[in-house]
């Protein structure tokens, strides 16, 4: 696949089930169609209302993090749990309005923290830069737990709007329109990874 000959370190998919969010897009079936053709991680994005009910199903369609809303229903401890119990790791999601505080009891126990910087549902909104100071704050509360959890924005990502997003703290890059939309999809990464360079000299996936 293009993304991956262009550099991507993983492969970020929406799933939305038209409940939690107004759209729909697709199940663990595209997953596991994903997984059969590449070998790059594939972080599941889980925009649906229930999450819990269908975690063992992203799993066994190949995921290798499963990113589930805090907004959403279902006991979030739990599905941290039976991550571990699948060796699938987890991360927990909020969106632009949700504080920073509901994730706190979480926080510890996550292997990614995923911070909405546009609403979600749907694919080439602007970035909002109001949830930078959000993404500080949990910059700050995971190096004070010692997590090596990633942190995680999504929504709106360019090669412009990264640079903050990078000096803020961010650790994974979640990009759709600015790599796929225009031009070629490796120039695009490269100018997306030597933002997020120029930002805070941080990995980048
Ligand atoms: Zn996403």
Same mark, same amino acid.
């Given at each position: 696949m293009l993304a991956e000959a262009g550099g991507a370190d993983a492969f970020h998919l929406d799933v939305m089930d038209g409940h939690f969010v107004p759209n729909i897009t697709f199940g663990p079936s595209l997953v596991a169609a994903v997984r059969r053709r590449t070998k790059l991680p594939l972080d599941v994005h889980l925009m649906i209302q229930q999450p819990?009910?269908?975690? +063992?199903?992203?799993? #066994?369609?190949?995921a290798n993090t499963l990113v589930f809303h805090l907004e959403a229903q279902g006991d979030a401890s739990h599905m941290v749990r039976l991550g571990r119990e699948m060796g699938v790791a987890i991360g927990a999601a909020l969106r632009p309005e949700t504080p920073l505080d509901r994730v706190e009891p979480?926080?510890?126990?996550?292997?990614?923290?995923?911070?909405?910087?546009?609403?979600?549902? *749907?694919?080439?909104?602007? *970035?909002?830069? #109001? $949830?930078?100071?959000k993404v500080r704050a949990?910059?700050?509360r995971l190096d004070a737990l010692g997590s090596a959890a990633d942190l995680s924005v999504d929504g709106?990502? +360019?090669?412009e +709007?990264? $640079?903050? $997003?990078?000096?803020?703290?961010? +650790? *994974? *890059?979640?990009c759709g329109n600015s790599v796929f939309a225009h031009g070629?999809?490796? #120039?695009?990464?490269?100018?997306?990874?030597?933002?997020?360079?120029?930002g805070a000299g941080r990995v980048v996936r």
């Open positions: 819990e009910k269908y975690l +063992t199903a992203f799993a #066994e369609a190949g979480l926080l510890a126990h996550l292997d990614q923290l995923l911070v909405m910087s546009v609403n979600p549902g *749907f694919g080439g909104q602007r *970035f909002m830069p #109001e $949830v930078l100071p949990a910059r700050e709106g990502i +360019t090669a +709007t990264a $640079v903050g $997003v990078a000096s803020a703290g961010a +650790t *994974f *890059f979640v070629p999809v490796a #120039e695009n990464l490269a100018a997306l990874r030597a933002a997020v360079t120029r």
